[in-house]
């Protein structure tokens, strides 16, 4: 299995660094994330290092996503969450800040701080340069 030894969350996965674990399957660890943006707030990682999104394998991804849907399923019951986000940041830019790929699994309650992080805006005619752009 891929990892890397200067990767914390590859630290979290060989039991060298602590980490409090909610869920584990084959191919994920899920863990409390340390400085929540709510109560409750979880991180997905897959057991093999990828870098981020556009590196991980398909099948390590979905891995991922199941097991973020699986504790999203339980947030409700168990914390009284009214809602969940998933996010995923790929990328400095992108606010990635630890280069092993991890699903945010974000509790949301009404009483929350989290604001949407943009501004919806107008796409104008760029909004049909960029779908054409992006059509494979
Ligand atoms: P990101 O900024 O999307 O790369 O998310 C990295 C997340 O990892 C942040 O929300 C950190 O609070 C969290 N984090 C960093 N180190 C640890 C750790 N040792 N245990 C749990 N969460 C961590
Ligand atoms: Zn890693």
């Not at 869920?23 to 400085?35: A, G, K």
């Not at 057991?47 to 409700?76: F, G, S, T």
Request: proline letters at 7%; charged letters at 25%; one cysteine or more.
């Amino acid at each position: 299995m891929a990892s890397d030894p200067d990767c914390i969350f590859c630290k979290i996965v060989a039991g060298e660094l602590p980490a409090r674990k909610i869920d584990e399957d084959d191919r994920t660890i899920s863990f409390m994330d340390i400085n929540p943006g709510s109560h409750g707030h979880a991180l997905v990682i897959p057991k093999e290092h990828a870098r981020d999104l556009l590196e991980i394998a398909p099948d390590e991804l979905a891995a991922v996503v199941h097991a973020a849907q699986r504790l999203a399923k339980r947030m409700p019951g168990a914390l009284g969450a009214e809602g969940v986000n998933l996010i995923n940041s790929c990328g400095s830019i992108a606010w990635q800040t630890v280069f092993h790929f991890h699903m945010h699994v974000i509790p949301r309650y009404s009483y929350d701080t989290i604001r949407l992080p943009w501004t919806p805006g107008d796409g104008g005619e760029r909004l049909d340069q960029a779908a054409e752009a992006l059509r494979a």
